[in-house]
Structure formats: C-alpha cells, structure tokens
C-alpha cells in the first residue's frame, strides 16, 4: 500500500483558502486517493475522493496532477469549524476495504 | 436516518481484563470495520467484517478479536487488557466490500485501561 507524507501542521485564518499537499511518490495504477476530516473525540469523516485531475464537491476539491504522485486538498473560505485533521489516503478496495491512516495534517484556522 | 452508533462512550478498565465493545452500521451496510486510535496518531485498521466473515486483519495480537451477528452489527473484543490498549476504538460501516466506497465512522468508543 502506497505510504502518503503530509504536513503536520498548517495555520490559516478565516476566509482564506488552505491548500493542503499530500506526497504519495509509490501510489499504484489501481489506488484511488481519499481524503478524511476529523474533529477531537470522534471519528473521521469522508471529504473526497478522486483517481486523476480534479474532482470538486460541496466542501472541497482536489487536484491531481497527470503522474498522480501528489494530491492537493482545497478547502474554499475556512472557517473557525474547519480546525480538524485532515488524512490523506491512498489505496483501493479492490482487496480490502482497510484504509490506512497517517498522522495526518492539524489545520488550526484563527479568527 | 441513524448513523453509525456505539457502545459503551467511554470505558474504563483494570489490566488483565477483558472487554467488548459493540457497534451498530449504518441501515443496510454490510460491512463494518474496526481501528484503534491512539491520542495523536491515525487510526489503526484492527478487522474488517463483510456478511458475517472476516475480510482483513491488521498487526494485532490474538487477545484482540471480534465477530459480526446477522444483523451485521458487531463486537471487538479484547482479552488480557494491557496500558496499551488504552485508545479510542472506531467503528466503520460501509455498504460492501471490495470496492472504494465511503466508510462512515462512528463516535468511537474511549477504553482507558488502569
């Protein structure tokens, strides 16, 4: 399974875009790249996913460049209740639908 | 429509014990899945259960098992409770196996051991 590097932390301020990059230099033809939120005591919540170019929805979108070895989650205007941690996931269900979680990034958004 | 629930919130145990916990899917969901959730790390995939068979294992010992009920809920149990386990255990549901489909997690349920 194809390991992903993120940052572990990011500041921003309400209103401004964030753009969070995620590595993933030894992702497979068949993995698809998922990304997940999660606020302190609860579990992770399902943002987006995408295989290649740009897959946009009501919270976010993400970018793929064409050797899909990085992603970028973009979340528009954050506000104070987008201070969470975003995982990126790479992988398929094809075999199994365990996702494999990193440390994740801790996007703290300031007033 | 209910999301993913479980039981106990939160839990507290003596080392050498056991405990279950339970959780209910999503309406419809056949598969659930199980992680640990260590304070300042990712979760970690334990089991994953598809129409009441075992689909996936992760690097848990045997003290750690769990099984799924007709209903498609299902239990983790865990034996010889060490300092260790101490985490927040997550629950996942997801309508099938064996394709990228969503997980929806539940609130999780926070087992200190003492």
């Known amino acids: 399974l194809a390991k992903t590097t993120q940052p572990i932390s990011m500041d921003s301020y309400e209103g401004q875009e964030v753009n969070i990059t995620c590595s993933h230099n030894n992702i497979a033809t068949n993995d698809y790249i998922t990304w997940y939120q999660q606020f302190p005591s609860q579990g992770p919540r399902f943002i987006i996913q995408g295989y290649k170019t740009k897959v946009t929805n009501e919270v976010a979108s993400l970018f793929i460049p064409a050797d899909r070895k990085s992603s970028t989650l973009s979340l528009p205007r954050v506000s104070l209740s987008d201070t969470a941690v975003y995982y990126c996931?790479?992988?398929?269900?094809?075999?199994?639908?365990?996702?494999?979680f990193g440390t994740g990034t801790l996007l703290a958004v300031q007033p | 429509d209910a999301g993913v629930t479980q039981s106990p919130t939160h839990l507290i145990k003596t080392r050498g014990q056991h405990v279950t916990l339970r959780c209910s899917p999503i309406?419809?969901?056949?598969?659930v899945s199980w992680y640990q959730q260590v304070l300042g790390q990712g979760p970690q995939f334990i089991f994953q259960?598809?129409?009441?068979?075992?689909?996936g294992r992760g690097n848990f010992p045997d003290r750690f098992s769990a099984r799924q009920f007709p209903n498609y809920s299902s239990e983790l149990n865990v034996n010889a409770l060490l300092l260790g386990d101490s985490a927040l255990y997550l629950c996942?549901?997801?309508?099938?196996?064996?394709?990228?489909?969503?997980?929806?997690f539940g609130q999780g349920t926070r087992l200190t051991v003492v």
């Open positions: 259960y598809y129409e009441k068979e075992e689909r």
């Open positions: 309406s419809g969901h056949k598969s």
């Open positions: 996942a549901s997801s309508p099938s196996w064996g394709e990228n489909t969503e997980a929806f």
């Open positions: 996931l790479v992988g398929t269900g094809g075999a199994t639908n365990k996702l494999i």
